[in-house]
């Protein structure tokens, strides 16, 4: 029983130490799919969206946003950490404009990653144009707030980037295009040198303090089970094995920009695999009672516009949850990985 307790006395350990140090975080760049999105796919045409109910019922207002969640993202958790907003604006969206981006800006796209093919799948904002978009932030700053201010928030934000999931499971996996052309392990390579085209890219225009989180236990998600049918509906073992096979190698690809490149700092937050597979196996010492299905409808395949209002199945309490819908994540289970990895990002700050 008394191990309950430990995630909230580390998070109020997290807040003294962030106390001390928020002042020198100017803002939160985000790129990335699904698990960071905080609402860019409401303006595009896709049938991946979230802007509706019961998404975001445990939002402030209970407002549906576009995030893929019943309230807040990691980067909402992180941003509000280092004394900038509760949330992070999503760079499309018409409410908010340079004067709110200043502090936080969102480019991710539910449904993207590294490949330009994955972003085809369901037609939403591939990396390039998240990068593009990003070009056009920069020159929005410095007409905003002069060239010199702008260099330094550039300079000094932190720069958190989600994805990698999709590349595998709604491309590589579920597509004939790639599977033809690579084995999984040459997949595993060229999404890698992507990546690393990527970083190098971000380096370039000026990015220094990097987040780059690997991919989770991606065949553990609740879509994945229901389809494990020989498995008994346990964790697809192959997709985990794909998951840690490429995180080593992203790992070894952030440690050598590390070294080449003058003053850039990535911190691949590699163990984030580990700390979700610990809540999969464990999940009553955080205070979860059900992980192997969602709280939406059935929780077994809903995701998206399937996870609808009416449905007289959707769980009453999400905090019981580890994953809201099919595919993502519940507001708890964000908050403990934001949590979790809030220490290792201070580093940046020291
Ligand atoms: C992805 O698409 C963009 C825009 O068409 C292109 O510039 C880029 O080279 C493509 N990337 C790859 C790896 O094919």
Redesign the pocket.
């Known amino acids: 029983m008394a191990y309950i307790y430990i995630p909230w006395l580390l998070f109020s350990q997290i807040l003294l130490q962030v106390a001390k140090h928020e002042a020198k975080v100017p803002a939160l760049i985000v790129f990335g799919d699904s698990t960071v999105d905080s609402g860019n796919n409401n303006r595009i045409k896709t049938l991946l969206k979230s802007n509706f109910k019961p998404y975001g019922r445990d939002f402030a207002g209970g407002q549906p946003t576009g995030r893929f969640s019943n309230g807040r993202v990691p980067p909402d958790f992180i941003s509000e950490a280092f004394g900038l907003k509760p949330f992070v604006p999503a760079y499309l969206d018409p409410d908010y404009g340079i004067s709110d981006f200043v502090t936080g800006v969102c480019f991710a796209s539910a449904g993207t990653g590294y ?2 093919a994955t972003s085809d799948v369901l037609n939403v904002i ?1 990396l ?1 144009k998240e990068v593009e978009y990003y070009k056009e932030y920069q020159a929005k700053l410095r007409a905003h707030v002069g060239h010199h201010k702008a260099r330094e928030i550039l300079t000094e934000a932190l720069y958190v980037i989600s994805l990698g999931t999709n590349d595998f499971l709604e491309n590589y996996y579920l597509l004939p295009r790639r599977q033809v052309q690579y084995t999984v392990q040459q997949y595993q390579d060229f999404l890698v040198g ?1 990546a690393e085209n990527f970083m190098r890219e971000l380096y370039s225009l000026g990015a220094r303090k990097i987040s780059l989180t690997g991919l989770p236990p991606m065949g553990c998600l609740p879509l994945e089970r229901a389809i494990n049918f020989i498995g008994h509906h346990d964790c697809v073992e192959e997709y985990n094995n794909v998951a840690v096979e490429f995180n080593v190698k992203l790992n070894n690809m952030v440690a050598k920009l590390n070294q080449e490149l003058p003053g850039y700092r990535v911190l691949f937050t590699e163990k984030v695999y580990q700390f979700v597979y610990q809540i999969i196996r464990t999940p009553s010492l955080f205070g979860f009672d059900v992980v192997e299905v969602a709280c939406c409808s059935t929780g077994r395949f809903e995701m998206s516009y399937l996870c609808s209002e009416p449905n007289p199945y959707t769980c009453k309490d999400a905090n019981k949850y580890m994953f809201w819908d099919a595919f993502h994540p519940t507001e708890k289970t964000n908050q403990l990985v934001s949590n979790y990895l809030i220490p290792d990002l201070l580093q940046f700050y020291n």
Do not use: C, F, R, T
């Open positions: 490949d330009n591939p390039w992507l």
